[in-house]
């Protein structure tokens, strides 16, 4: 199975969300609060940073589009 780059953007974003949450538990729970944030905050960022580029980025000409001609059961008038 052959993944674009958008897939493994997603896969990354992922990877990084959940592995600074899974760190910064341990850390917590390892009695450093302190460095605990720090990795969440690290973690974070590029997550945050993705989902804004997401919504300030308009969608593509190619993007599949509904319409009421599309839906099943609609027949324009």
């Known amino acids: 199975m052959e993944h674009s780059n958008g ?3 997603k896969i ?3 990877l ?3 592995g600074g949450l899974a760190t910064g538990l341990v850390l ?3 009695g450093r609060p302190d460095l605990a944030q720090t990795v969440w905050f690290a973690g974070v960022i590029p997550v945050l940073a993705a ?3 997401s919504l300030c980025t308009p969608p ?3 993007a599949p589009v509904i319409t009421q001609t ?3 059961g609609v027949h324009p008038k």
């Open 7 to 9: 897939d493994r953007l």
């Open 12 to 14: 990354a974003l992922l």
């Open 16 to 18: 990084v969300g959940f």
């Open 28 to 30: 917590h729970v390892a």
């Open 51 to 53: 989902l804004l580029r």
């Open 60 to 62: 593509s000409a190619s």
């Open 70 to 72: 599309s839906l099943p």
